[in-house]
């Protein structure tokens, strides 16, 4: 098994707020990320997938293809959107690091068909990551 | 939902490595330059990973706000420009990566109540870093 990561970019804002929650309760648990206009972040997304290495092609999985799914399933759907008002599952799902971890496996799983999908890692800031190995 | 969430954080401290059961020349042997008897110093990076559900309601496996505020107090405060050689923590372990890694890990393991503590992992300088899991193994097996 041989595990391969590629890495993209992408520029988003995002606000916290769960509207069954008080707005004193919103401004207790969120802070600074309550502010409804939003703010945002540079993200980086590292995309990991394992399988067995290929003997003819020496690949796990064709780069080129992987680039090609990761842009069009997930960088096109987010990056310079405020992810709140413009993407579709953040409607009423707050969209934290880990949520965004989870969400980008679901997009990009069934996408996969030679290697599997090993990890998602959202860096939200250099120093602040979340992971998603597919666990419940 | 299972995830992980990690957060980075910087301290300096010092430390000199010396075990006092080995000779003067064992411990030059061993230990070379990190033995010098003044100590010397470090800009560490310390990464905490913390495990559990996504909550619901939040999003979140913890809130970030209670994981900086813990760290903040219970191992930034202790250990931040501090000689670590002097610590009780250190008093019978020679304060190695190693060793402040696992004393790290031991903290939040005892203490952090907001999520699991999966691992600690910290970089000594840009060229070496050590991870600390509790002893078990660092990834969710296949």
């Known amino acids: 098994m041989v595990y391969l990561t590629r890495k993209a970019e992408f520029s988003a804002s995002h606000y916290y707020n769960n509207p069954e929650f008080t707005p004193e309760e919103n401004q207790r648990i969120f802070g600074k990320c309550n502010n409804p206009h939003g703010h945002g972040h540079n993200y980086t997304l590292e995309v990991t997938v394992k399988g067995e290495i290929d003997p003819r092609s020496g690949f796990v999985v064709d780069l080129k293809e992987l680039k090609e799914i990761m842009n069009r399933e997930v960088i096109e759907v987010v990056d310079h959107r405020y992810l709140n008002k413009e993407v579709a599952e953040f409607e009423d799902l707050i969209p934290t690091t880990e949520n965004l971890a989870v969400t980008i496996w679901k997009w990009l799983d069934p996408r996969l068909s030679v290697a599997r999908l090993h990890r998602i890692r959202v860096y939200e800031t250099p120093d602040l990551f979340a992971d998603y190995y597919g666990e419940p | 939902m299972k995830a992980y969430l990690t957060r980075r954080y910087r301290f300096s401290a010092s430390h000199r490595l010396h075990c006092a059961d080995m000779s003067e020349e064992e411990n030059q042997v061993v230990y070379?330059?990190?033995?010098?008897?003044?100590?010397?110093g470090h800009n560490y990076f310390l990464e905490v990973t913390v495990a559990g559900q996504v909550?619901?309601?939040?999003?979140?496996?913890?809130?970030?706000?209670?994981?900086?505020?813990?760290?903040?107090?219970?191992?930034?405060?202790?250990?931040?420009?501090?000689?670590?050689?002097t610590l009780p923590e250190f008093s019978a372990i020679v304060p190695t990566t190693e060793n402040l890694c696992v004393e790290v890990y031991e903290i939040l393991k005892r203490e952090f109540r907001h999520a699991e503590t999966e691992k600690v992992r910290m970089e000594e300088t840009m060229l070496n870093s050590f991870e600390y899991a509790g002893g078990r193994e660092l990834r969710p097996q296949d």
């Not at chain 2, 070379?32 to 010397?40: D, E, L, P, T, V």
């Open chain 2, 32 to 40: 070379g330059k990190c033995n010098n008897s003044y100590g010397h």
């Open chain 2, 55 to 85: 909550d619901p309601r939040t999003g979140m496996v913890c809130n970030l706000a209670d994981l900086d505020a813990f760290v903040r107090k219970n191992i930034l405060k202790r250990f931040d420009h501090e000689n670590l050689n």
